[in-house]
């Protein structure tokens, strides 16, 4: 069983993540991590990745990136999410040995030698737990923390919201 303590458990945390413009109209459509797959989700898994706090999420949008892409910075509420807690980072009287891989470079795992980084099989963990999710530290931002969410346009508005009190985001659907 992994470790997991309850995201937003007495109020809502608040995350932000910059959504590219063709995902803009789905703010919780994990569809574009689904696409080519992420750090904690394959190829046909639909997850979301947010950020703790603005500056890590500009920073994981830009990854290697030197210049800076159009994007829709957005806050979302999560409230009483059970995750997996790496914030401290792997320690091995809590967590599956698996788990101190977490920092892997899945990239170059998945797209440079076409092996499934162990990140993926961490995913499989959570999911198999029926956890809702990982909090886990930024790669490219130092100190930043990131959430993964699984099955993010599947939950209920009181679990997982965008901000959009003016109705600012586009209604159009995402690409396919």
Not at 57 to 71: H, I, K, M, S, T
Not at 148 to 164: K, M, N
Request: include cysteine; charged fraction near 25%; charge should be neutral.
């Amino acid at each position: 069983m992994i470790p997991s303590i309850t995201l937003g458990e007495s109020k809502d945390e608040v995350c932000c993540r910059v959504i590219s413009p063709a995902y803009a109209g789905t703010p919780l459509s994990g569809m574009g991590a689904a696409r080519q797959g992420g750090r904690f989700n394959r190829p046909g898994q639909e997850v979301l990745y947010l950020a703790l706090d603005e500056t890590t999420a500009l920073a994981e949008y830009r990854q290697d990136n030197p210049w800076l892409r159009p994007g829709t910075i957005c806050t979302f509420f999560v409230r009483g999410l059970r995750v997996a807690d790496l914030r401290s980072g792997f320690d091995p009287k809590r967590w599956p040995a698996l788990w101190a891989d977490f920092a892997v470079d899945w990239r170059a795992e998945w797209f440079g030698k076409s092996i499934e980084p162990p990140t993926w099989y961490m995913a499989d963990d959570v999911v198999a737990d029926r956890l809702d999710g990982i909090l886990f530290p930024s790669q490219v931002h130092p100190g930043g923390i990131n959430l993964v969410v699984y099955r993010s346009s599947g939950r209920p508005a009181h679990q997982l919201r965008v901000y959009d009190p003016d109705g600012a985001l586009p209604k159009i659907p995402p690409p396919r």
